[in-house]
């Protein structure tokens, strides 16, 4: 059972433009929620996590949404560079300390 | 702070022989070690959990015999694939928690294994 879903699978935007991805939990125990950045080759790395007590974070371009009602967060990427061309992974953490991932975002950022 | 270092990033081996993947916490100690594996274009599938001086915890469809890990010390973990064949061909990537953190992990930079 995917407990996180993600969307879209692939994203395309032009350099300046506004980056959203968007992802939705099942798993109401979940209380940690970070998202990382994978390029090709690499591990993941984590970009900014959120908390369920707050409804936004932001950390310089990067911008966590989080509705907890609706059991489901996005992250923006404003002023999208080239050099964000990844694939980002939402994520999820419980008690139990393990990771649940959603099935990843290929964003490509046109110059 | 918080590294893991991986190694090898890459490695080609023969189909039925063995590859270990070595991972190490550089400047913390890792009580805990997960273990994944990705295929292209895919996410990160957990397979294991590793915790120093115990056995390791596999996920369900993760064949156990096949996948051995050991995490012997603080700082070393090693996850050994046998008799490795085509269809182990993966990115596997280890990941520990942020010593004394509730929150957070540091990964590996990953290792590309293919079997030929």
């Known amino acids: 059972q995917q407990q996180v879903k993600q969307s879209p699978q692939s994203l395309i935007v032009q350099k300046g433009g506004i980056s959203i991805i968007n992802c939705a939990y099942e798993n109401t125990a979940f209380d940690y929620f970070p998202w990382y950045q994978q390029f090709p080759g690499k591990g993941p790395a984590l970009l900014i996590a959120i908390r369920p007590d707050v409804s936004e974070k932001k950390e310089g371009r990067f911008t966590i949404s989080f509705n907890k009602s609706a059991k489901q967060f996005s992250l923006h990427i404003m002023d999208s560079q080239p050099g964000d061309s990844a694939t980002y992974f939402c994520?999820?953490?419980?008690?139990?300390?393990?990771?649940?991932f959603g099935s990843g975002t290929q964003l490509t950022v046109l110059p | 702070g918080a590294v893991v270092s991986q190694h090898p990033s890459r490695v080609i081996c023969k189909s039925g022989t063995s590859v270990k993947i070595e991972c190490r916490s550089l400047?913390?100690?890792?009580?805990?070690m997960f273990w994944y594996r990705q295929f292209p274009k895919q996410s990160l599938m957990l397979m294991a959990t590793s915790n120093e001086g115990s056995k390791a915890t596999y996920e369900q469809g993760v064949e156990k015999d096949k996948f051995l890990i050991n995490h012997a010390s603080l700082t070393l973990s090693t996850l050994t694939v046998t008799s490795a064949h085509p269809e182990d061909s993966s990115f596997y990537i280890c990941?520990?928690?942020?010593?004394?953190?509730?929150?957070?992990?540091?990964f590996g930079s990953g290792t590309r294994l293919t079997v030929v």
């Open positions: 990941s520990a928690p942020r010593q004394g953190a509730v929150y957070g992990y540091t």
């Open positions: 400047d913390f100690q890792a009580t805990t």
């Open positions: 994520a999820a953490q419980g008690s139990a300390r393990q990771l649940t």
